[in-house]
């Protein structure tokens, strides 16, 4: 109990210590696992937007690098640190407009984020004309 209100207190500050008063629409601020428990994700705020970034990787991870990067460039890089979520708004309901990195295939698409009454997101991630709903578990 007294880690999470540590949590929220520390998120309720901006860069230089001051309290900031926060918004409904940054309820999706914190950090989640995966469905299969490979990662960490940390939901963050930049200006008016919403981004993720892995932030621990499980040792147990068939993947500790970003080796299905479609840039050769960043294949080597570590995974831990690396954006995964990037350009959500809230409307209203969810945070939409947003790309969604997936490290374990290479691939980018859009999302849109909702988060449910018990503080999980449910991401939907659209390839195309194909779509998936991951649960993400708010930790």
Known sequence: MMKQ???SFLSSQDNSGKLQAKTS???ILGRYI???ADFHIA???ASDTYCGELVWVNPNCSLTTDQNNPNRYLRYRQLQGIPILSGLTFNGSCWGEGKIYNPLDGKYGECEVTLTADGDLHVTIRYSLLSTT???RRI
Request: no cysteine.
């Open 134 to 136: 991951k649960v993400w």
């Open 43 to 45: 939901i963050l705020k």
């Open 25 to 27: 629409t940054d309820r």
């Open 34 to 36: 995966n469905e299969s």
């Open 5 to 7: 209100w540590i949590s």
